[in-house]
């Protein structure tokens, strides 16, 4: 059976397309999730994705992706990203490979987005290539647990 990875989006990605488009492009949530469902098919992986704005709904989520053997979990968090211990615990308590993904280079923008507590639990984090940041997280996730194109 094809193994899953989840693709999780926290508060207001949801917005995408229409949230600051000169920040985060006009590009929709639905393309974002057809990107990367189309990316890990191509490495034989299949994508859960789920968005929420409420953060108890990402850590379930996230205990779920254990509970389902999730092979890795893609995050943007949105502005959880800079706020939400509970969500640093959360993925480090499941030890599922994971990447950090921004659509925004965060590091260009106000000091408070310049922290990740999602970073200190994920093994690459992302920014800055807006969503395809995702296509590029999905790559090197799958490099890391070893997914390869079905023959
Ligand atoms: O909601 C978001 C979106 C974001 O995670 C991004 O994808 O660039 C960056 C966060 O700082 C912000 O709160």
Same mark, same amino acid.
């Given at each position: 059976?094809?193994?899953?990875?989840?693709?999780? $989006? &926290?508060? $207001?990605?949801?917005?995408? &397309?229409?949230?600051?488009?000169?920040?985060?492009?006009?590009?929709?949530?639905?393309?974002?999730?057809?990107?990367?469902?189309?990316? @890990?098919? !191509?490495? !034989?992986?299949?994508?859960?994705?789920? *968005? %929420?704005?409420?953060?108890?709904?990402?850590?379930?989520?996230?205990? *779920?992706?254990?509970?389902?053997?999730?092979?890795?979990?893609?995050? $943007?968090? &949105?502005?959880?990203?800079?706020? %939400?211990?509970?969500?640093?615990?959360?993925?480090?308590? #499941?030890?599922?490979?994971? #990447?950090?993904?921004? #659509? %925004?280079?965060? =590091?260009?923008?106000?000091?408070?987005?310049?922290? %990740?507590?999602?970073?200190?639990?994920? =093994?690459?984090?992302?920014? +800055? =290539?807006?969503?395809? &940041?995702?296509?590029?997280?999905? $790559? !090197?996730?799958? @490099?890391?647990? +070893? @997914?390869?194109?079905?023959?």
């Amino acid at each position: 059976m094809a193994q899953t990875i989840y693709v999780l $989006n &926290g508060p $207001n990605l949801n917005l995408l &397309g229409t949230r600051e488009p000169e920040i985060y492009g006009r590009a929709t949530l639905a393309d974002v999730e057809k990107l990367c469902a189309e990316t @890990a098919a !191509g490495f !034989g992986l299949v994508a859960v994705c789920r *968005q %929420s704005n409420r953060e108890g709904e990402l850590i379930d989520w996230i205990h *779920q992706a254990r509970s389902d053997k999730a092979a890795g979990i893609v995050i $943007n968090a &949105g502005g959880y990203t800079h706020t %939400s211990i509970a969500l640093h615990d959360a993925l480090v308590g #499941v030890q599922i490979p994971t #990447v950090e993904v921004h #659509v %925004s280079n965060v =590091f260009a923008r106000e000091d408070f987005r310049h922290h %990740s507590f999602i970073a200190k639990a994920a =093994f690459a984090s992302l920014c +800055g =290539f807006g969503i395809d &940041g995702y296509r590029l997280a999905i $790559n !090197g996730l799958a @490099a890391k647990i +070893g @997914a390869s194109a079905p023959a």
